[in-house]
């Protein structure tokens, strides 16, 4: 399908300003299937949560094992709500056995094109 007959991605849903975050997280050596593994569930929990706007979830196709998420929430009370969820605190007290140096964040503003 070409990119044009696409439908376009709900961008008009994010507000000016949202909360966004950019996370990173490495897998221990010989655990990266095993982070894989309790990382996947994630994608349908958060996208399932009527606060989230947009989440992906990556995996550096040259370092298997290297984690990158991007999260999309319309305001920061949102997203520690997110944080506080028991499957998000589950997985983090997982990361202490399969993660290198725990989760690497960037909490970031989302840039609109003003009105025209």
Known sequence: MAA???AA???SRIPE???SIVAQ????PGKEDELRKVTLPL??????????LVYFLQEDRETPGHFVFY????????FEAHNAMPYVQ????RLPE??????TVMQMRVLNEPSK
């Open 71 to 78: 999260e999309v929430f319309a305001t920061r009370a949102d």
């Open 90 to 93: 589950q997985w983090f007290a």
């Open 9 to 11: 991605p709900p961008y």
């Open 25 to 28: 997280v490495h897998a221990k």
């Open 17 to 19: 300003d949202a909360w």
């Open 4 to 6: 044009r007959e696409r």
């Open 98 to 103: 399969l993660a290198d140096g725990g989760v």
């Open 43 to 52: 994608v349908a929990l958060v996208r399932s949560d009527p606060k989230n």
